[in-house]
């Protein structure tokens, strides 16, 4: 099974701060044949689903606010929020769908100062 | 647009079964497979597998294999999960995702409390 590593667990930050948020792999999610990388991140506000944000490691979800920049290439990536708003406040996962078992990240969760 | 909607909250006793159901509108069923994920309280998220909406065939998790089954009712548009011999360790909120594999919609969610 791929393991998602993200760092850190949780984070704390005053609105209007960027953050950046880390997810490793532990093999490579670039498919070759097509040079994507199979990396998803999600946001998930308390008693909400998931909802997701970014998929092919970078390209943001329709309607997404641009504050939101996925980055990285193989095993390491990067979930940036240039200027951090209070309704960020979320727990973030990564997911891998490069292979089954799907899998995810335990989550870095975004606490707002 | 596209829904997923699951069914309400469940309370069962350990070792009683529960069949939870998600029905899907706003797009064609059985062009997209239909996943499950399920999140323990306070626990982050654990993919328990898919089911073929076109065939039906289920594929699980190796931590889903034993007592968990994916059907489908096609005609109505709607997948469902039931979970047999239910223990403590299965309470949980259970979420159906649609396919491809980053999920852009999701159900929202059961939650299956599990005390005796």
């Known amino acids: 099974d791929i393991v998602m590593t993200q760092t850190p667990s949780s984070q704390a930050v005053s609105a209007g701060e960027k953050v950046t948020m880390s997810c490793k792999s532990s093999q490579s999610l670039l498919y070759s044949e097509n040079k994507k990388n199979y990396l998803a991140w999600y946001q998930q506000k308390p008693g909400q689903s998931p909802k997701l944000l970014i998929s092919?490691?970078?390209t943001r979800e329709s309607g997404v606010p641009d504050r939101f920049i996925g980055s990285g290439s193989g095993t390491d990536f990067t979930l940036t929020i240039s200027s951090v708003q209070a309704e960020d406040l979320a727990v973030y996962y990564c997911e891998q769908y490069y292979d089954t078992p799907l899998t995810f990240g335990s989550g870095t969760k975004l606490e707002i100062k | 647009q596209i829904q997923l909607v699951q069914s309400g909250p469940e309370l069962k006793k350990p070792g009683e079964s529960v069949k939870i159901s998600c029905k899907a509108s706003?797009?064609?069923?059985?062009?997209?497979?239909m996943n499950w994920v399920k999140q323990a309280p306070g626990n982050g998220l654990k993919w328990m597998g898919w089911i073929n909406t076109q065939t039906g065939k289920p594929t699980y998790a190796d931590d889903f294999k034993q007592r968990f089954v994916f059907s489908l009712e096609t005609s109505a548009s709607t997948a469902y999960l039931q979970i047999n011999n239910l223990n403590i360790e299965d309470t949980a909120t259970y979420f159906c995702?649609?396919?491809?594999?980053?999920?852009?919609?999701w159900g929202q969610g059961t939650l299956v409390t599990v005390s005796s």
């Open positions: 706003g797009y064609t069923f059985t062009d997209y497979a």
């Open positions: 092919w490691a970078s």
């Open positions: 995702t649609r396919a491809p594999g980053w999920f852009a919609y």
